[in-house]
């Protein structure tokens, strides 16, 4: 059996998926590609891999090229896989003027990665992402579903010696009854 073909979302899933492509007029089901993306994440290892992508699209009756777009536009979306601690440094203008670019390039040095990758033991993943909507407490960072604001390096080093000691769920394994 080829990869594409094993690809599905569980029972309780799928049927979440229909109920949410539901809620569109006939012809615009397209409209559902962010919660089935988010859903696909979550169910699938964290990441889009070009199969589920192709499965999402299939779902949706859309071509391939559109949930490619949609995945890849969107730095919550992951095209390849990332580990257990994914850090999302918010990459835009108030926070970069804060000093983001600096706590990216501390914890890139500090993980021995660069942003985009991940640790060898899996462990963190080192993202920039577009505005967290944080610009009055930056430079921040997200963590799962938490927000982590007027980084210095200090903290930093708490974050991380905290993330090592628990387990983060990442915000691409949420709960599908959040969506």
């Known amino acids: 059996m080829s990869e594409s ?3 599905k979302f569980s029972d309780e899933a799928l049927a979440l998926v229909h109920k949410i492509i539901a809620r569109y007029p006939e012809g615009r089901q397209k409209s559902a590609i962010l ?3 988010h859903m696909a994440q979550a169910e699938f290892g964290g990441w889009l891999s070009a199969p589920v992508m ?3 699209a299939d779902l949706l009756n859309i071509q391939p090229i559109e949930v ?3 995945a890849s536009f969107y730095t919550m979306f992951n095209l390849k ?3 257990k601690c994914v850090i999302e440094v918010c990459r835009t203008g ?3 003027l804060m000093g983001a670019e600096d706590i990216v ?3 890139e040095k500090k993980l021995g990665i660069r942003e985009g990758e991940t640790t060898a033991d899996g462990m963190f993943t080192l993202k920039t992402v577009e505005c967290l909507a944080s610009c009055g407490t930056a430079p921040m960072l997200q963590i799962g579903e938490t927000y982590h604001e007027k980084l210095t390096l200090e903290k930093v080093d708490s ?3 905290t993330c090592r000691r628990e387990v983060v769920t990442p915000v691409s394994h949420r709960t599908k009854d959040k969506l």
């Open 81 to 83: 896989p990332v580990g």
């Open 105 to 107: 390039q501390y914890m």
């Open 68 to 70: 490619y777009e949609v």
């Open 159 to 161: 974050i991380l010696d």
């Open 54 to 56: 192709d499965y999402v």
């Open 5 to 7: 073909n094993s690809i």
């Open 35 to 37: 919660p089935v993306l």
């Open 94 to 96: 108030p926070c970069w």
